[in-house]
């Protein structure tokens, strides 16, 4: 009878510590969780000239009224070049023709001008100059709305009529593509 006792209290000192330790666990889970849970974002924000940019998930987004940008730069990491260039009204509710050599930055475009905010009409492919064509796309004029994105040796944005030339090394265009839009935003 006393060893189906002592097994009886055995058991039940064994049960009592064991909910003891599962309540410190559970508790101590608790607690770090409630602390990590501040940490968890991915967020930081950088002021540039009073705009202010929140990093989330790889991009850098600009509030501007209702309107949201998203950025893969910030304006601290891009090139300063110093070129007059036309705003953002200038491209509202009107097609943009887009010859692109960087998908990237072509997708920086895409993203802040139609697809995010509708700024533009639309978005079509085009060619300037037919000679010069890499593909069954329309030829269009500096008198549209035309962004030309290629890879050259020195890094410039330049507008000449309507038609934004934003030429760099290739692993520098998506940098010079977000600063031709800080400079539509006017945020540059």
């Known amino acids: 009878m006393r060893s189906i006792i002592q097994k009886e209290k055995s058991r039940r000192t064994n049960q009592i510590a064991l909910g003891i330790i599962l309540a410190i666990v559970m508790f101590i889970s608790v607690l770090g969780y409630s602390f990590q849970g501040g940490n968890t974002t991915d967020s930081e924000k950088v002021v540039y000239n009073g705009f202010e940019f929140t990093s989330q998930n790889g991009l850098w987004f600009l509030e501007m009224g209702n309107i949201q940008f998203s950025f893969l730069y910030n304006p601290h990491q891009t090139e300063r070049i110093g070129t007059n260039i036309n705003y953002l009204d200038s491209y509202s509710g009107k097609p943009l023709y887009v010859y692109s050599e960087n998908r990237e930055a072509e997708s920086e475009i895409y993203r802040n001008l139609f697809y995010q905010n509708r700024i533009v009409q639309r978005i079509q492919y085009a060619c300037l100059n037919e000679d010069e064509c890499k593909g069954n796309f329309p030829i269009k004029t500096c008198s549209d709305n035309f962004i030309l994105i290629k890879e050259s040796n020195q890094s410039r944005i330049t507008q000449?009529?309507?038609?934004?030339?934003?030429?760099?090394?290739?692993e520098e265009l998506t940098k010079l593509t977000d600063e031709f839009l800080f400079k539509i935003l006017k945020v540059d």
């Open 160 to 170: 000449n009529e309507n038609c934004i030339s934003i030429e760099g090394p290739e």
